[in-house]
């Protein structure tokens, strides 16, 4: 054992025992938090225009700041990104994190120096109950790789913007920096071929331990290193013995995984989101992800049955229970007040509490960490019919994630009245404005992840026949036109032209 492992166990023992202090104190540590965070909110334009001064309580709370997305925010985002200071927070923020809009572009989610420590800490603490579980802290003898964003960032009216794994890789610590890959050089390459490339290079020669990213940009790396050795991962890697993931469903890949692996490992999954770090996995043995009560977020919970009624429930962490499916609402250091990140959890346990992601509270497609949204199929397919005599009775769109053969895609069912000349010429134009609209599903298809959609007829009548094959024919029932499983794509194949 070398000292560097030695070391971690009693690290992580100390680690635990402090997560350990709050986890015991749910509701009094997220009612610290809430004091903290509204004390400090009355010295920003947000908390005079909202009378921060006169709030006492959470009912004060909830009566003064209605919850709100990004575009509820974005005034005051935008006073920010223009280089003013105490907006939603004192000061100015030190980052932007960049991710993609909703109706309007891009948004910038602040990160402060206050709430940026959380996300290091947090991620630094997963693997830590980790050691303190297994008792085995081998892995850090060896190569770590985080499959992750370039960390050049721009300048922002001075403040640095770019995208969180980007902005994160400036923070690994000192004691892991001679252990980290890939290369800063290589994470500093954009194009997403090349780089996996030169990652496989890198890190062949190594004794690689911990592997960490997107499941499906890390299914891509395995495959190209299966490609250029003929071995399974376990082979090339016979060290590597756990994956850290998050922001997706791993669940469709996991099979796929332990086959290129060729054996069975430990996950760690995480809840990151440019807006706060909101779980990580804490134990193999029970299910969720222990909520972060003590990261400057003071969580609000909305029943998802009652999210679009008028006057829904909203309640604090002492009032949830287990078994219903919740609307997860931030408070942060950041400055984001009454934030609907717009994540469904549901909490498996209440001692502690920990969570499980259960999806969005509308639908979206995000198989692969694409975050497609609603309103960019709808755009997408208006920019492929605008100017032609093309009409679409119904569609919907669901992911392709274990193909036949080829690379997976994004599968669009479609119904028409008038249907084009060529669909693989309409698929296209889909395609390009998908791209132009959505960076992440940009970068799967340049990735190579992805290949470009397919469209796949519906007969004439088709979805009303489904609708009915489902017992929900009738003018309240509406199909989704996306969602992130299968489940309305499978039964559609019975409904296809032949």
């Known amino acids: 054992m070398s000292l560097k492992s030695f070391l971690a166990i009693p690290f992580a023992k100390r680690a635990v025992k402090q997560v350990n202090k709050w986890a015991s104190k749910p509701v009094e540590t997220q009612e610290k938090v809430f004091q903290y965070l509204v004390a400090e909110g009355c010295k920003t334009a947000f908390g005079k225009d909202h009378d921060f001064v006169s709030i006492n309580s ?33 000061g100015k923020p030190i980052y932007f ?56 960032l721009t300048d922002k009216n001075g403040i640095k913007l770019g995208r969180l ?11 892991l920096l001679k252990n980290r890959l890939p290369s800063w050089e290589t994470n500093c390459i954009e194009d997403w071929d090349t780089k996996v490339d030169k990652i496989v290079d890198e890190t062949l020669p190594e004794n690689m331990s911990v592997i960490s990213g997107i499941p499906s940009w890390v299914q891509m790396y395995f ?90 429930t909203r309640i604090s962490l002492k009032d949830v229970q287990l078994g219903v499916n919740y609307v997860i609402i931030l408070n942060t250091t950041a400055g984001l007040w009454g934030y609907n990140i717009g994540d469904t959890v549901e909490f498996t346990s209440l001692s502690p509490y920990r969570i499980k992601v259960t999806g969005r509270i509308k639908h979206f497609i995000s198989a692969f960490g694409e975050h497609v949204i609603g309103k960019e199929v709808e755009k997408a397919l208006n920019d492929a019919i605008v100017g032609t005599t093309i009409n679409v009775s119904e569609f919907t769109v669901a992911p392709q994630v274990n193909p036949e053969s080829g690379l997976p895609y994004h599968e669009w069912f479609i119904e028409f009245e008038n249907e084009p000349d060529n669909l693989e010429e309409m698929a296209a134009k889909i395609d390009t404005s998908m791209q132009q609209q959505n960076i992440y599903y940009q970068d ?55």
């Open 444 to 498: 799967l298809i340049e990735g190579k992840v992805l290949r470009p959609l397919l469209i796949r007829k519906v007969k004439k009548g088709g979805f009303h026949e489904y609708m009915k094959s489902i017992g929900k024919f009738g003018g309240q029932n509406k199909i989704p036109q996306l969602s992130d499983n299968r489940k309305i794509a499978d039964v559609l194949e019975e409904f296809l032209v032949e």
């Open 165 to 175: 794994s980007g902005i994160v890789a400036h923070y690994v610590p000192g004691y």
């Open 223 to 312: 495959e190209k290193l299966i490609d250029k050795t003929g071995k399974t991962i376990s082979e090339i890697f016979p060290n590597f013995n756990f994956f850290i993931y998050g922001g997706v469903n791993f669940e469709p890949y996991k099979n796929k995984f332990e086959a290129l692996i060729g054996k069975k490992i430990d996950y760690i999954e995480l809840y990151p989101a440019s807006e706060g770090f909101i779980a990580f996995q804490d134990s193999q043995k029970e299910k969720g992800m222990l909520l972060q009560l003590d990261s400057g977020i003071f969580y609000e919970f909305i029943p998802a049955t009652e999210f679009f009624d008028e006057n829904p």
């Open 97 to 152: 994190a960049k991710t993609s809009g909703t109706t309007s572009g891009a948004k910038y989610i602040p990160i402060t120096k206050e709430s940026m420590p959380t996300h290091i800490k947090s991620a630094r603490n997963a693997l830590l109950f980790y050691i303190n579980e297994t008792k085995d802290a081998s892995f850090v003898n060896g190569k770590m790789i985080f499959l992750q964003g370039s960390p050049v």
């Open 58 to 90: 959470y009912e004060d709370f909830k009566a003064r700041v209605a919850v709100n997305d990004y575009e509820g925010l974005r005034p005051y985002v935008d006073r920010m990104v223009a280089g003013e200071e105490n907006i939603l927070w004192k």
